[in-house]
């Protein structure tokens, strides 16, 4: 647990007044250099040195009337909840190029090592099974080749990338759009809950703040910041995945897409940021290199064991992708009889190569 | 001057004996009616009345007491007009007593005399014949439906003053010719649409055909446009064609629904029921203060298909549980209870989400929570009452013209398929013969393990897929049934590897396994 510092309650003061962004408050900082100082002084006197607005103003006045923040400090330390200055030590350097640096971060788990190698695995939250299997596997090559990634938590895409990581053996990080007490998607949990132990959940929203539509902007320009390197995997034309490309470009790091058919709605992104000059990731197998980074040597890649497989069984696993395809598809595709397709389905279903993830529907295992 | 005249009463889709009794005595005039009656039976003083002086018959002036007995129970329609006439008739004298002993009377009286048709004719004669009555009296519009009751006459009559010359001497007069039955030609010819008109969709229409063969359920999720709707209409017409003891069954329940025309007096032909999904869900299990049949029941022996069936509400959906399970549905009303037998096969139709169209993310971009909620108005009981799920996929051009691209060839029609399904319900029929049941589908967990063998492979098989596909034990009986079913089509007393597999794929899986 944290020790509460006295320094540490003004800036916790500081950073949970509302209205209150962080570029304001660095402007505050640098003309006081300490909270402390600017607790003890009026509210009008606030507003003299930087310009305040008439609700960051209000903010102030209605902080001060008592002190439930610092209750609130110690509950939120008592969770396990790290808060970290930009001035410690601790804090991500990544993070400090920033013009809009977070003043204040909360965190579970562990913050960034700066010596690793950081991805920001990035993408729908709607995806394709394609796009999801896709995703984890470059989790997984990372995860196994001591790459970390960074991510929203998010359905889709930001969770198959983070799994992929963790299976791996590395760490992934999970950058919120709330409160890091407050587990959103819900049906996250267990993604959640891993993360904090074996990476971890960093946000800069203060305790008790909701998942806000418009703090997931903000917090995807934490994920690019943090990361060296972006990676989309599938995105729809308009999509916030865009917005943390965008920031990432801003920041000065690379961005890598994963390319799609012209004329899948989720590749459409994807396939634009190509066209504008992102890198491309056209092989799982040369993925490492395309992103630059070195092999492990003991970060072998793990091949599917040779199982023998009678001539249909080839045919329809030869036949079969990431994106699952219903039973009439097959019998066409395949040209194999409907009872005879059944039978052989089972047989590889039996045999742990494909599965069902939908009703109907049949893919390649991951 | 005190008389009785016989008639009948609707219990359910039963008859039962009702005495009309009529006394004429000196008093006041009045006309009192008594028993339970309902407002339209109080009303028939009206029109007794009124059609008795309009076919030239003067009402004395005298006090008329009439009595519906046995009295406790309720009775309601306009059935008894007629016998009430011809009580007051005889009271009077214009009809020897001794004449009515053997005659059962029902039917409607307008005001010029004229006999009108009621509902229910069919199980009131039944009643009737039952009770040892040679000969019924009924409206002439109901008379071909009553003469399919054997060993009884049913003379049709169209006016009160006709009734009057049948009772001068009812031995007289020949009774109504009943419809001459042969099912699979009345079936055939009634037929309007036919399987060949499907192109494509093969393994639907395999699914729809082991459905049909053992009286399974099914279920059809897909895209819209895919065929569904088509599909399901189509499955009536590889039924086996009605046999005369269910065609009766069926005639009674549609007798007292009211839904029989002079034309079609005889329910001939296998229902096939499509209910709106704004149904209530008294019309869905029967209802009203005398419980009338409902659509589960109306679609006895036939299918009974539900378009869009996440859009039903639940409780509708939760009401098809007991009728699915016990083939009856029992209706409880103020009046009494009355039993309906609900035999029927669900057919059910639903897209895999609210636009349609996932899992292609293409054209879908539902969010996964909205898919689950979608999916998930389906309960888990009614789901573990399916036995066959089926995914449809969309058509497409070349499955549309597909007889001239030869991709496919026109699609097998109605009759080879149902040929196939009547020899598997054969087999069926004779394996079971010792048994209540008649299809694979009413297979009990004990009759499972006595009439479902497999060989060695399939035991192997199934081993490992109980571990890998986490079935579970209700969800291993449904597989064994199809399965089961699968190898009677294929004429095989065993079940092999090959009919197991296929009955893995029909298993409808939960709702947490239909999405990623």
């Given at each position: 647990m944290q020790n509460i510092t006295e320094e540490l309650e003004y800036w916790f003061w500081l950073c949970n007044i509302?209205?209150?962004?962080s570029r304001k408050l660095q402007e505050l900082l640098e003309c006081y250099k300490e909270p402390k100082q600017i607790y003890q002084l009026k509210t009008e006197e606030i507003g003299k040195a930087v310009y305040l607005s008439e609700r960051q103003l209000a903010g102030i006045k209605e902080s001060r009337k008592n002190e439930k923040w610092k209750k609130k400090l110690e509950q939120t330390v008592e969770k396990g909840i790290y808060l970290t200055r930009?001035?410690?030590?601790?804090?991500?350097?990544?993070?400090?190029?920033?013009?809009?640096?977070?003043?204040l971060l909360y965190s579970l788990g562990k913050l960034p090592d700066e010596q690793k190698k950081m991805a920001a695995i990035v993408g729908a939250r709607n995806c394709t099974r394609y796009g999801y299997c896709i995703a984890e596997e470059i989790g997984k090559i990372f995860g196994r080749n001591g790459v970390c990634t960074v991510s929203g938590?998010?359905?889709g895409i930001d969770a198959a990338g983070q799994w992929g990581t963790l299976e791996g053996g590395s760490e992934s990080y999970g950058v919120l759009?709330?409160?890091?007490?407050?587990?959103?998607?819900?049906?996250?949990r267990q993604l959640y809950d891993e993360l904090a132990e074996k990476g971890g959940i960093i946000s800069e929203f203060g305790p008790g703040i909701r998942p806000y539509a418009c703090n997931f902007p903000m917090r995807n320009r934490i994920i690019s910041g943090l990361s060296d390197f972006v990676v989309v995997v599938e995105a729809r034309e308009k999509s916030g995945s865009l917005i943390t490309v965008d920031f990432a470009l801003e920041q000065g790091k690379e961005v890598y897409a994963v390319p799609g058919r012209m004329t899948d709605l989720l590749s459409r992104g994807c396939n634009r940021l190509i066209a504008q000059g992102a890198g491309i990731l056209s092989d799982l197998d040369s993925l490492l290199e395309d992103c630059n980074i070195k092999k492990r040597k003991n970060g072998v890649k793990v091949t599917k064991s040779e199982i023998e497989l009678a001539e249909s069984e080839k045919l329809l696993y030869s036949d079969l992708g990431f994106e699952p395809k219903n039973i009439q598809m097959l019998m066409e595709e395949t040209k194999l009889s409907f009872c005879e397709l059944t039978e052989v389905i089972l047989t590889l279903q039996l045999k742990d190569l494909i599965e069902e993830p939908m009703k109907g529907y049949y893919a390649k295992k991951a | 001057m005190f008389c009785r005249v016989h008639s009948g009463a609707i219990h359910g889709i039963e008859g039962i004996q009702i005495e009309v009794e009529v006394d004429l005595s000196d008093g006041l005039p009045s006309l009192n009616m008594v028993g339970m009656l309902s407002a339209e039976i109080k009303e028939s003083s009206e029109r007794v009345r009124t059609a008795l002086k309009n076919s030239k018959f003067t009402i004395p002036p005298k006090r008329i007491t009439i009595n519906l007995s046995p009295a406790n129970i309720r009775k309601q329609g306009t059935l008894y007009d007629l016998p009430i006439a011809v009580g007051i008739l005889t009271s009077m004298g214009y009809i020897k007593k001794e004449n009515l002993e053997q005659v059962f009377i029902v039917g409607e009286l307008s005001l010029d005399g004229k006999v009108n048709p009621i509902k229910g004719v069919l199980p009131l004669v039944y009643a009737a014949r039952q009770a040892e009555i040679s000969c019924c009296i009924v409206p002439k519009k109901n008379a071909k439906e009553g003469a399919a009751v054997d060993q009884i006459r049913v003379i049709g009559v169209n006016s009160l003053l006709e009734v009057l010359t049948v009772l001068k001497n009812p031995e007289a007069f020949q009774g109504e010719e009943g419809v001459c039955f042969d099912g699979e030609k009345m079936q055939s010819v009634s037929e309007e649409v036919d399987f060949s008109e499907v192109s494509g969709q093969e393994a639907l229409k395999r699914a729809a055909q082991i459905a049909a063969a053992g009286m399974h359920n099914l279920l059809m999720m897909g895209a819209p446009g895919s065929g569904k709707t088509m599909i399901a209409r189509r499955i009536p017409t590889i039924l086996p064609p009605m046999t005369w003891e269910e065609s009766i069954e069926l005639t009674k329940i549609y007798s007292v629904a009211g839904l029989l025309s002079d034309k079609n007096p005889l329910v001939v032909k296998r229902p096939f029921r499509a209910p709106h999904h704004t149904i209530s869900a008294s019309s869905l299990a029967g209802g009203g203060t005398i419980p009338k049949p409902g659509e589960v029941s109306l679609s006895n022996y036939g299918v009974l298909f539900l378009d869009e069936l996440p859009e039903f509400s639940k409780t509708v959906l939760e009401v098809l549980r007991q009728p699915m399970e016990d083939r009856k549905i029992l209706v409880s009303r103020v009046h009494g209870s009355y039993e309906f037998p609900t035999n029927f096969m669900l057919v059910a139709a639903m897209n895999c989400c609210g636009c349609g169209y996932y899992p292609d993310r293409n054209r879908c971009n539902c969010k996964e929570t909205q898919v689950a909620r979608y999916l998930g108005r389906i309960s888990r009981p009614l789901l573990d009452r399916i036995d066959i799920c089926m995914e449809v996929s969309s058509i497409e051009y070349t499955d549309i013209r597909g007889q001239k691209k030869?991709?496919?060839?026109?699609g097998e029609d109605s009759k080879t398929m149902r040929e196939r399904v009547m020899r598997a319900r054969e087999v069926q029929r004779i394996r079971y013969q010792g048994e209540k049941i008649n299809t694979n589908s009413e297979l009990s967990a004990s009759q499972i393990q006595c009439y479902c063998k497999i060989d060695t492979a399939g035991e192997v098989l199934l081993e490992q897929a109980f571990a890998r596909l986490k079935l579970t034990a209700r969800g291993y009986n449904r597989i064994l049934k199809v399965a089961r079913t699968i190898a009677d089509l294929d004429g095989e007393e065993q079940i092999t590897r090959r009919h197991l597999s296929e009955a893995i794929c029909y298993r409808s899986t939960n709702i947490q396994e239909w999405r990623r």
């Open positions: 509302d209205g209150m962004g930009y001035l410690d030590s601790a804090y991500p350097k990544r993070l400090l190029q920033l013009l809009d640096k977070p003043i938590m998010a359905r759009g709330c409160a890091v007490d407050i587990c959103y998607p819900g049906e996250n | 030869k991709k496919f060839s026109k």
